[in-house]
Every structure is written in C-alpha cells, then in structure tokens.
C-alpha cells in the first residue's frame, strides 16, 4: 500500500469514526437539557386560561405546531390521560403521545411526550394571578439524543422552537382577550 492510499484510508477512517460517534445515544445527563421559554399576560382569569390550555382540542387553535389532536381532546386533562398530536416543529413532521404528569388546578400542568418510544420532552403551563388576568409560562423542556441532534440544535432546531413557542403565546392572547 502506498503511503498516499494509507493517508486516505487513514482520513477515511477517522471520518467514519467521527460520524458514528456523532450518532451514538447519549446518557441522560450528558448534556443540559434545552429549555424554551415562552410568557405572556392574558386579561383573563387563571382558571379561564388554565381550563382552554389544558383542553387538547383547543391547541390547533393557537398553536402553529400543533395540526390535529386524537383521543380524549374535549376537556381539560387529568393526570394520566393521554393524547396523540400530529406536529409540525422546525419544518419535521411528527406524531406524539403525551401523557399528563402534573396537574395543580388552576396554577400548573405538565405533559410528557413520547416519539417512537424516545422520551420527546416535556411541556409545562404555570399560571400566576396578575391584575386584570394571568401570567402564562410555557416551557418546553427536551433532551439531545445525540452528538448530532446536540450540534442540529444549536445551529437550527433550538431557535425555530422558541419563535414557534412565541407565536403560540402570542396567539393565545388574541385568542382569548378576543374570544372563547
């Protein structure tokens, strides 16, 4: 072998190994977890907002991510129940199920999803009192899966997530100081 083939073979390889660990599954932990923070003050009271947030049929109303929701979607959610939503996050389309985690009426309501499986994140609403109508927090909390979903993240993914979540809030707002 030439020493210009071991150079290449040697530059190939290391390629190789530089994309499959770019791929490997990450432990939880090894990374922070990405956090989007949205907030917004709605002149309605808590419990109005916390009942229309917290009721699946609602969110295609109000938020661009979310298409259609499938199950149990006309009421507000308690712990444990589930739905499924079509999505449309950072131009990926996708199906989740969320399952209720939390639930402290009418301040807090936390859903966790999952994707094929993979733990997709978790989705938090705190309601606070404020005058004339309430202080709502949406944040959505997820984990990078890898290397690679790490570095997609922080070029593309994270900032398309956190105008989305702005959008939502925002059109929340409208939505309800002119509406339901």
Do not use: C
């Amino acid at each position: 072998m030439t020493t210009r083939a071991r150079w290449l073979f040697v530059v190939l390889a290391a390629g190789i190994v530089v994309v499959a660990v770019l791929f490997v599954p990450l432990p939880r932990g090894t990374l922070p977890d990405t956090r989007i923070v949205s907030v917004v003050v709605i002149q309605r009271a808590p419990a109005a907002v916390f009942e229309f947030v917290t009721t699946p049929a609602h969110w295609p109303q109000w938020h661009p991510s979310s298409l259609s929701v499938q199950g149990e979607t006309g009421h507000s959610l308690g712990v444990g129940e589930q739905v499924v939503e079509e999505f449309r996050v950072a131009s990926r389309r996708g199906r989740v199920v969320w399952t209720v985690s939390a639930r402290t009426y009418p301040a807090r309501w936390s859903i966790d999803g999952v994707i094929d499986g993979r733990p997709a994140g978790t989705v938090t609403y705190t309601l606070a009192p404020e005058a004339n109508g309430t202080r709502f927090v949406r944040e959505f909390t997820y984990r990078a899966s890898s290397l690679w979903f790490a570095l997609l993240n922080q070029i593309a993914l994270k900032g398309a997530i956190q105008s989305e979540s702005d959008e939502a809030v925002t059109r929340l707002k409208r939505l309800l100081e002119t509406g339901p």
